[in-house]
């Protein structure tokens, strides 16, 4: 049996039938989480077998091949097709995962959520929905997980291809612009290599005198840089819609921290740590007020969650409690309390803190 074969007959007998309101049951969401986990590892497995039998680039041995070129051409394009349908189904499975992952909390004295709660699954704790997360379970339905986007595609209304062709131009390949620079600065223990940030290249040369070459980095373009999870994820919220998608992409920006996105990307796998935020509409002004008043607070050396940052600049520049209090899972007391701290600093105004308050500050954590 050849391995194009049972792939795709393992593929073909992906059968999901999501009950999404049963999801808030303990062992139901166990059963369906372990059988998407338990499948993505029998594709990774069968991924690495196709790379190494050379299934992602399958025409290369076909070079100068003559006279049963076309039955091998068709072979390899077999190959080539099987490899995209596992990376397809593969990239749904993941984002299927994340959405799950972020959907859970499990409480006793603590609360528990995302992947450290997977830990403790088999634990007697209360299971519940984690209202602080960013994930939407009704997307399970939509995700092509047996790897036929194709077939998905055929299928969507004019609005929904539309949609999709509006959330590709978000998240797209873009041209990657210059990153960085590579110096080969001899100094006098040798030659040595410096990669220098672009914003830094200016102040480096005039600093150095003894730079022996050069060489400029691009940036690799594109919100997300996976380009079968960008299809999978413009697939999958196509039928939503595009607003639905830009507010859990702004969502995931002003609930989860730099350092969050950065080790784990969630619902929006291979995201860039870079914030588009001419992209995300009324939420760029948003995002950006989250960004100054995390500058501020790391200034002061003080830690304040980054939901809690997310929701005061939320309701900051929307002036909307109500949604405030819903989307961030904030008590009118907390808002307000934190509201009344963060003015109080400084944090909210468009200027940095005055070196007086800043001084003032520190003097208080004494």
Same mark, same amino acid.
């Given at each position: 049996?050849?391995? +194009?074969?049972?792939?795709?007959?393992?593929?073909?007998?992906?059968?999901?039938? *999501?009950?999404?309101?049963?999801?808030?049951?303990? @062992?139901?969401?166990?059963?369906?989480?372990?059988?998407?986990?338990?499948? #993505?590892?029998? !594709?990774?497995?069968?991924?690495?077998?196709?790379? *190494?039998?050379?299934?992602?680039?399958?025409?290369?041995? %076909?070079?100068? #091949?003559?006279?049963?070129? $076309?039955?091998?051409?068709?072979?390899?394009q077999?190959?080539?097709?099987?490899?995209?349908?596992?990376?397809?189904?593969?990239?749904a499975?993941?984002?299927?995962?994340?959405?799950?992952?972020?959907?859970? !909390? %499990?409480?006793?004295?603590?609360?528990? +959520?995302?992947? @450290?709660? #997977?830990?403790?699954?088999?634990?007697?704790?209360?299971?519940?929905?984690?209202?602080?997360?960013?994930y939407?379970?009704?997307?399970?339905?939509?995700?092509p997980?047996?790897?036929?986007?194709?077939?998905?595609?055929?299928?969507? +209304?004019?609005?929904?291809?539309?949609?999709?062709?509006?959330?590709?131009?978000?998240?797209?390949?873009?041209?990657?612009?210059?990153?960085?620079?590579?110096?080969?600065?001899?100094? &006098?223990?040798?030659?040595? /290599?410096?990669?220098? $940030?672009?914003?830094?290249?200016?102040?480096?040369?005039?600093d &150095?005198?003894?730079?022996?070459?050069s060489?400029?980095?691009r &940036? /690799?373009?594109g919100?997300?840089k996976?380009?079968?999870?960008?299809?999978?994820?413009?697939?999958?919220?196509?039928?939503?819609?595009?607003?639905?998608?830009?507010?859990?992409?702004?969502?995931?920006?002003?609930?989860?921290?730099?350092?969050?996105?950065?080790r784990?990307?969630?619902?929006? $796998?291979?995201?860039?740590? @870079?914030?588009?935020? @001419? /992209?995300?509409?009324?939420?760029?002004?948003?995002?950006?007020?989250?960004?100054?008043?995390?500058?501020? %607070?790391?200034?002061?050396?003080?830690?304040?969650?980054?939901?809690?940052?997310?929701?005061?600049?939320?309701?900051?520049?929307?002036?909307?409690?109500?949604?405030?209090?819903?989307?961030?899972?904030?008590?009118?007391?907390?808002?307000?309390?934190?509201?009344?701290?963060?003015?109080?600093?400084g944090?909210?105004? +468009?200027?940095?803190?005055?070196?007086?308050?800043?001084? *003032? #500050?520190?003097?208080?954590?004494?």
């Amino acid at each position: 049996m050849s391995l +194009t074969y049972r792939v795709n007959k393992f593929l073909d007998s992906l059968k999901y039938d *999501f009950e999404i309101d049963k999801l808030d049951d303990k @062992e139901y969401f166990k059963e369906v989480y372990f059988k998407i986990s338990k499948n #993505l590892s029998i !594709m990774e497995n069968f991924k690495e077998e196709m790379e *190494f039998y050379g299934f992602p680039n399958p025409f290369y041995p %076909l070079k100068g #091949l003559k006279g049963s070129e $076309p039955f091998f051409r068709n072979r390899a394009q077999l190959k080539k097709l099987t490899y995209e349908r596992n990376s397809y189904a593969l990239s749904a499975h993941r984002i299927a995962l994340e959405h799950l992952k972020e959907s859970i !909390m %499990l409480k006793n004295d603590k609360k528990y +959520t995302g992947r @450290e709660a #997977l830990k403790y699954i088999n634990k007697d704790l209360k299971f519940c929905r984690n209202e602080e997360g960013v994930y939407r379970l009704e997307i399970l339905r939509f995700l092509p997980l047996s790897g036929d986007y194709m077939v998905k595609l055929s299928q969507f +209304t004019k609005e929904e291809r539309k949609n999709y062709r509006k959330i590709l131009s978000i998240i797209d390949k873009e041209k990657g612009g210059v990153s960085s620079v590579s110096f080969y600065v001899r100094y &006098k223990t040798g030659v040595k /290599k410096k990669n220098i $940030p672009l914003k830094e290249y200016k102040e480096f040369i005039e600093d &150095k005198m003894s730079i022996k070459s050069s060489k400029l980095h691009r &940036k /690799k373009g594109g919100l997300i840089k996976d380009r079968h999870i960008r299809k999978i994820l413009a697939i999958s919220y196509a039928p939503i819609g595009i607003e639905t998608f830009v507010f859990d992409l702004a969502m995931f920006y002003l609930k989860k921290g730099k350092y969050e996105r950065e080790r784990y990307s969630g619902i929006f $796998p291979t995201l860039s740590s @870079e914030i588009p935020h @001419e /992209k995300l509409g009324k939420y760029g002004e948003i995002i950006e007020l989250k960004e100054r008043m995390e500058e501020e %607070l790391q200034k002061l050396g003080r830690f304040e969650k980054s939901l809690t940052i997310g929701g005061i600049a939320y309701y900051k520049v929307t002036g909307n409690m109500e949604e405030t209090l819903r989307y961030f899972n904030m008590s009118e007391k907390k808002l307000k309390r934190k509201l009344e701290e963060f003015e109080t600093i400084g944090l909210l105004s +468009t200027k940095s803190l005055k070196p007086r308050t800043q001084k *003032f #500050l520190k003097y208080l954590k004494r």
